[in-house]
């Protein structure tokens, strides 16, 4: 008798986890089929940063308005929406939403300027970064930005 | 702060120079390798993406209508509105649809250095692992200091006149600052009016974005329309043609 219970009880358990199992991965399947599909044909969002090896097939995306992922900047938040078509972009719309915190904030530690007329080149030694609109085209070579860090070196 | 080191690094990019250059504390070892690898490739990056210069960027795909819904990245959709945000709020004087046609590279380089720096170098300066960092993109530059720190940025403003002297001298903890300019930029930038002219702008902000955006709408708005714009809300130095500093 004690053996016939436990013979019963050992069946129920393996059942029992037999099912539990399938429902488990059946579920995730069903999940995840259903957040692939969701994302494909509704879309909501378009974003192609880091897409994982399984998705990295060119998904074709049909003719719509897809709206991507809001961002935060100093003028309001904007959100970019592309509209599609042929798999193309065609037109890029902006839209932007007010955002409180968009003020400029005041430049922490920041002294008043100091210019040429009290002796700045005496001072320049211990200068470590140069802000100026020659650079872009003749590299920092020869510039002050340089000289001051050879002096620095 | 006698004891701490100031180290530089240069890192070429995007066909420009950029200046790394970070203060370690008093006692502490920091090996920057990683560190400045790590910003060489994402700068990298961003300028396949974004060069106006590659076929094959983003950017380029974009502008000939080619750009694949895929490669619509979450990067590109913050570029694009950064830069319609811009030609707003500057009233148009800095405009990345120029002749029609989308460029935002006035505004990617700024962006990359301001990204960069709170990507990389800014969790360095919360964990006290540095006590100050900067980056500086061909003059333009994004700088912060730690919060225990007594350390300050000495930030020099080029002259136009003569590129060897500076016109005036900032101290910065974090921060950012741009410079624009006329006489080296070939002249792209259109100017809305002939009053107040402007050979170079410089504008400080807590983010480089801000500061690179307003710098280059200042050359194109002259002084006058450029403060009524701005209202003051920036520090700038601003020179106007003979030389004299009309606004700081």
């Known amino acids: ?153 | 702060m006698t004891n701490s080191k100031l180290l530089t690094h240069h890192i070429k990019a995007m066909g420009m120079p950029f200046l790394v250059k970070i203060v370690v504390p008093v006692g502490r070892n920091f090996r920057a390798e990683r560190l400045l690898q790590e910003l060489t490739q994402y700068l990298q990056r961003i300028d396949r993406d974004f060069s106006p210069f590659r076929p094959s960027s983003l950017v380029c795909q974009f502008q000939r209508g080619e750009l694949a819904a895929m490669d619509f990245t979450s990067e590109f959709q913050e570029v694009y509105g950064i830069a319609s945000q811009a030609q707003k709020i500057t009233g148009g004087a800095f405009d990345p649809f120029f002749d029609g046609t989308y460029d935002p590279t006035g505004i990617v380089k700024g962006w990359a250095i301001q990204r960069a720096f709170t990507r990389y170098l800014q969790p360095l300066l919360t964990n006290e692992t540095l006590a100050a960092a900067a980056i500086n993109g061909a003059g333009d530059m994004q700088v912060g200091i730690s919060e225990t720190t007594d350390f300050r940025w000495q930030v020099g403003v080029e002259d136009p006149q003569d590129r060897q002297q500076l016109l005036a001298r900032y101290q910065l903890g974090n921060g950012a600052m741009a410079t624009s300019g006329t006489s080296q930029h070939g002249e792209h930038i259109v100017r809305q009016g002939s009053q107040c002219q402007l050979q170079q702008a410089t504008v400080l902000a807590d983010e480089l974005i801000t500061a690179d955006v307003w710098a280059t709408a200042a050359i194109a708005l002259g002084a006058a329309r450029f403060n009524r714009l701005t209202n003051n809300q920036f520090s700038t130095i601003l020179v106007d043609q003979t030389d004299r500093i009309v606004h700081e």
């Not at chain 1, 999940?31 to 880091?50: C, D, I, P």
């Not at chain 1, 994982?52 to 049909?62: F, N």
């Open chain 1, 1 to 153: 008798m004690k053996k016939i219970t436990q013979a019963c009880l050992a069946l129920i358990v393996t059942v029992a986890i037999v099912i539990d199992g399938y429902l488990l991965f059946f579920k995730n399947r069903s999940g995840t089929v259903q957040t692939v599909l969701s994302s494909a044909s509704s879309s909501s969002t378009v974003s192609a940063t880091s897409q994982s090896s399984a998705t990295s097939k060119r998904q074709s995306y049909q003719n719509g308005t897809y709206t991507g992922k809001a961002t935060a900047t100093r003028w309001g938040d904007v959100q970019v929406q592309a509209v599609i078509k042929a798999g193309k972009i065609t037109t890029v719309n902006v839209l932007k939403y007010p955002n409180e915190n968009a003020h400029d904030k005041e430049v922490n530690s920041q002294a008043l300027p100091v210019y040429k007329s009290e002796t700045l080149t005496k001072q320049s030694a211990k200068i470590q970064l140069v802000s100026g609109a020659s650079e872009t085209y003749k590299g920092f070579k020869g510039s002050l930005q340089d000289a001051l860090d050879q002096a620095e070196a």
